[in-house]
């Protein structure tokens, strides 16, 4: 595993020990940057189901200001800390330690004007949170209309084609896995 593009270009990425985390590989990765809509701005990216922060650093790396990762699992946690030591700018990531709905919530309480226009939902396949996740995000008004989420799930997992107020604009299939792609619908 490897950073695709930008300032961390070629970086190696240490992936989490064991089976029980699932890295998104680097061909899903770098199509998944390639495909997705343009974005009027790259402030800030939420990375909900962290595993090794690769999807939150390879955002940083293309431009984005600040990523925010979400995990729980202790190697997982020991392997993002480790791979944002390696941008040798940590200091442009936020992890939240513990369960992400959470820890979430708590983190808006204390940073109420935060809004992502860049959101990632890759939770474990056999679990489907996608709905319940960004019915949270848009509770917490942490996106916006211009707000785009990426869900990753199985092949056999089939995502609607409106979750809340976002509608899906793309859908992409990589061997045994999916890419939906949401945005809200412009007013």
């Known amino acids: 595993m490897r950073v695709i593009s930008g300032k961390y270009r070629s970086r190696p990425l240490k992936a989490v020990p064991g089976k029980e985390t699932r890295p998104t590989t680097d061909k899903i990765k770098e199509s998944l940057f390639n495909i997705l809509p343009p974005m009027t701005q790259q402030k800030y990216c939420l990375d909900f189901y962290g595993g090794?922060?690769?999807?939150?650093?390879?955002?940083?790396?293309?431009?984005?200001?600040?990523?925010?990762?979400?995990e729980k699992d202790r190697q997982a946690l020991k392997?993002?800390?480790?791979?944002?030591?390696?941008?040798?700018?940590?200091?442009?990531?936020?992890?939240?330690?513990?369960?992400?709905q959470t820890q979430l919530k708590r983190y808006h309480a204390n940073h109420p004007d935060i809004q992502y226009d860049?959101?990632?939902?890759?939770?474990?396949?056999?679990?489907?949170?996608?709905?319940?996740?960004?019915?949270?995000?848009?509770?917490?008004?942490?996106?916006?209309?211009?707000?785009?989420?990426?869900?990753?799930?199985?092949?056999?997992?089939?995502?609607?084609?409106?979750?809340?107020?976002?509608?899906?604009?793309?859908?992409k299939h990589y061997g045994q896995t999916n890419l939906w792609i949401y945005r809200q619908e412009e007013l």
């Open 79 to 100: 392997t993002i800390h480790d791979n944002l030591q390696m941008t040798k700018e940590p200091e442009l990531f936020t992890i939240l330690k513990g369960n992400n």
């Open 52 to 70: 090794t922060g690769a999807l939150a650093i390879e955002a940083v790396s293309r431009g984005f200001e600040h990523g925010v990762i979400c």
């Open 118 to 171: 860049l959101v990632f939902l890759d939770p474990p396949y056999a679990l489907n949170y996608y709905m319940n996740d960004i019915e949270l995000l848009e509770q917490l008004d942490a996106v916006h209309q211009r707000t785009v989420i990426v869900c990753e799930s199985d092949v056999a997992l089939e995502l609607p084609k409106q979750i809340g107020s976002f509608d899906l604009i793309k859908h």
